[in-house]
């Protein structure tokens, strides 16, 4: 089992950069793939980024492809997602996720597949 604890969430103007982090706690870091995802309010969850157990492979979803950037650090049992150039619909509560038993070479896209959830921060994109 893992804990996942998310920090870095905040209020941003339009354009502006900010990095969320997810703690990981529990068994070892690097046998989980990890995944965040967003919910805006009245929306669905939807997948952001993920991100092998080997950090070699990465994926994200088309409306933050070039913008966010996800990473781990295996050593530091945590994940990041950089966020650049933010707009207004970025706005939501942002969750990291973690997935046991993936393959090493490969991260999943499907919110359900994952195991582990954080409590998620909220991050809030002015215009």
């Known amino acids: 089992q893992v804990q996942l604890v998310e920090s870095g969430g905040g209020l941003v103007q339009a354009g502006d950069s900010l990095t969320l982090s997810c703690a990981a706690s529990?068994?070892?870091?690097?046998?989980?793939?990890m995944g965040w995802f967003r919910q805006a309010p009245g929306k669905e969850r939807e997948f952001v980024a993920a991100i092998s157990r080997n950090g070699d492979n990465t994926y994200y979803a088309d409306s933050v492809k070039g913008r966010f950037t996800i990473s781990r650090d295996n050593a530091k049992n945590t994940a990041h997602l950089q966020m650049n150039s933010l707009k207004p619909e970025d706005t939501a509560v942002y969750s990291c996720?973690?997935?046991?038993?993936?393959?090493?070479?490969?991260?999943?896209?499907?919110?359900?597949?994952?195991?582990?959830w954080g409590q998620g921060t909220q991050v809030t994109v002015s215009s």
């Open positions: 529990g068994r070892s870091f690097n046998t989980y793939a």
């Open positions: 996720a973690a997935k046991w038993g993936s393959s090493y070479y490969y991260a999943t896209t499907i919110s359900h597949e994952y195991d582990y």
